[in-house]
């Protein structure tokens, strides 16, 4: 079975620091990973994809990705209590055959 | 634009009572998906479709949960009867796809179940 793990927190973190999430995926042949950030009561909405090894960046999130690693992780500079939500990390696996698979995502706290 | 819209928003019923979730997706998206979604828990899939055709319903559990997209657009999720374990919020998505799959879909608010 395809997997994507995450931490579920809570990841408490101060206003203005760095908020780093992380993510590994059990399948090696994916190669598109998602960034999905969910309010509390609100559905989940991309705000990240990345495909090549290395760092996206876009405004304050960047996605890193180590497909050898088999590792994804996302960086929240300067983090705004807006911030505070739940990040799911998703993989498309089975080569698209399977469809995104979610983790269980991990809930972020920005304390002002 | 309009995004996804579904209904109802909120749903109680007893158990092995029927129930009905609605979803119309983004105009032009060809790529319509259920989600079920628990307390905690990221999304898991339970049937997706391209157009009409349900291409992905490994994981719809197909004694009780039915799902159906007529003509390509608005899609319905049923389930009958209902088990206290279905309580979840059911996400329904959409994505537009020319052939390979992207992974970039747009969800609608969710329809919160509650079986008593």
């Known amino acids: 079975q395809k997997e994507v793990e995450q931490n579920s927190g809570p990841l408490s973190v101060p206003e203005g620091a760095i908020a780093s999430l992380n993510c590994t995926y059990s399948d090696r042949g994916s190669q598109s990973f998602f960034w999905y950030r969910q309010y509390s009561g609100k559905s989940p909405e991309l705000i990240m994809s990345i495909y090549s090894n290395g760092d996206k960046e876009d405004g304050r999130f960047t996605a890193q990705l180590n497909k050898a690693s088999q590792y994804v992780s996302l960086l929240i500079r300067d983090s705004q209590p807006s911030d505070s939500a739940t990040y799911l990390c998703a993989v498309i696996t089975g080569g698209g055959a399977d469809g995104l698979t979610f983790g269980k995502g991990t809930h972020l706290i920005i304390q002002p | 634009e309009a995004g996804v819209v579904q209904s109802p928003r909120y749903k109680i019923i007893e158990k092995k009572q029927p129930v009905a979730f609605w979803c119309n997706p983004i105009?032009?998206?060809?790529?319509l998906y259920w989600y079920l979604q628990n307390l905690g828990q990221g999304p898991e899939l339970l049937i997706r479709y391209e157009n009409e055709e349900a291409v992905d319903d490994s994981q719809l559990p197909k004694d009780r949960f039915s799902a159906e997209r007529l003509k390509g657009v608005d899609s319905t999720l049923k389930i009958q009867p209902a088990e206290l374990g279905d309580s979840a919020v059911y996400l329904c998505a959409s994505s537009y796809s020319s052939g390979e799959f992207t992974g970039e879909l747009f969800f609608g608010e969710g329809s919160r179940l509650t079986v008593l």
């Open positions: 105009s032009g998206h060809n790529t």
